[in-house]
């Protein structure tokens, strides 16, 4: 089993050079950790995350939530709730004492909390720079989400590539937030995604899900496995 690897990002592609066999997964979970889903949901969207960590000391990134904040305020056609990140926090960091109508921040809360509330909204956002460090990992906020049976907005980005066709997964230009945002028919498409993928209750990142492609890659020969 030795020469048998599980990666779960496209960033270790040089390993396809390598003498080891490898399985490329994305991150899975139990779908047992995610409460039932209902048609009941809010029209407010969620951003969870912390891009003040130490370990995130990316400028333009922390600069788009900002962007994200301020063009949420400005077009006021929904509401969204920003978890990971206190209002001190943004006030402190932005150097800003600016009221914020349409954002909540809500401050850390744990992945459990997380799953918990996740179905009540109508999407959550993803906002990623195009640097090397979003194509390490697959981004388990995405599978999160998605288990939970609500879309995903997310940065367009080479790094989410790979995601264009997963029902839910929804692109938007980092530069263009607020046009995108702002589009009535884009919100009504949203809608209308979170209602099928409550519908569907399709746990597509369940590890069960997995069992028997992770059955042939340890009893195969193969060296790759996608």
Same mark, same amino acid.
């Given at each position: 089993?030795?020469?048998?690897?599980?990666?779960?990002?496209?960033?270790?592609? =040089?390993?396809?050079?390598?003498?080891?066999?490898? %399985?490329?997964? =994305?991150?899975?979970?139990?779908?047992?950790?995610?409460? +039932?889903?209902?048609?009941?949901?809010?029209?407010?969207?969620?951003?969870?995350?912390? =891009?003040?960590? !130490? @370990?995130?000391?990316?400028?333009?990134?922390?600069?788009?939530?900002?962007?994200?904040?301020?063009?949420?305020?400005?077009?006021?056609? #929904?509401?969204?709730?920003?978890?990971?990140?206190?209002? @001190?926090?943004?006030?402190?960091?932005?150097?800003?004492?600016?009221?914020?109508?349409?954002?909540?921040? !809500?401050?850390?809360?744990?992945?459990?909390?997380?799953?918990?509330? %996740? =179905?009540?909204?109508?999407?959550?956002?993803?906002?990623? @720079? @195009?640097?090397?460090?979003?194509?390490?990992? #697959?981004?388990?906020?995405?599978?999160?989400? +998605?288990?939970?049976?609500?879309?995903?907005?997310?940065?367009?980005?080479?790094?989410?590539?790979?995601?264009?066709?997963?029902?839910?997964?929804?692109?938007?230009?980092?530069? !263009?937030?607020?046009?995108?945002?702002?589009?009535?028919?884009?919100?009504?498409?949203?809608?209308?995604?979170?209602?099928?993928?409550?519908?569907?209750?399709?746990? #597509?990142?369940?590890?069960?899900?997995?069992?028997?492609?992770?059955?042939?890659?340890?009893?195969?020969? +193969?060296?790759?496995?996608?």
């Amino acid at each position: 089993m030795s020469n048998k690897i599980i990666i779960t990002s496209d960033f270790y592609e =040089p390993l396809k050079k390598s003498n080891q066999q490898f %399985l490329n997964l =994305p991150t899975l979970f139990d779908k047992s950790e995610f409460k +039932l889903r209902s048609n009941k949901f809010k029209n407010k969207f969620l951003y969870f995350g912390n =891009p003040f960590s !130490k @370990d995130q000391e990316v400028k333009s990134e922390k600069e788009k939530i900002k962007l994200l904040a301020d063009e949420i305020e400005r077009i006021k056609l #929904f509401k969204c709730d920003f978890y990971g990140i206190s209002f @001190d926090d943004f006030k402190n960091f932005y150097d800003t004492n600016q009221n914020y109508e349409m954002i909540s921040f !809500k401050g850390k809360v744990n992945s459990e909390k997380i799953r918990e509330i %996740l =179905p009540e909204y109508l999407a959550s956002i993803i906002i990623r @720079d @195009d640097k090397k460090l979003s194509h390490v990992g #697959f981004p388990s906020k995405l599978a999160e989400s +998605l288990m939970a049976g609500t879309p995903v907005i997310c940065s367009r980005i080479n790094a989410h590539n790979r995601f264009k066709n997963i029902e839910g997964v929804f692109f938007v230009n980092n530069n !263009k937030i607020s046009s995108e945002l702002a589009d009535k028919n884009f919100i009504a498409k949203l809608q209308t995604t979170k209602e099928n993928l409550l519908l569907e209750n399709d746990f #597509f990142y369940d590890w069960r899900n997995f069992k028997k492609v992770l059955s042939i890659f340890f009893n195969s020969n +193969l060296w790759i496995i996608n």
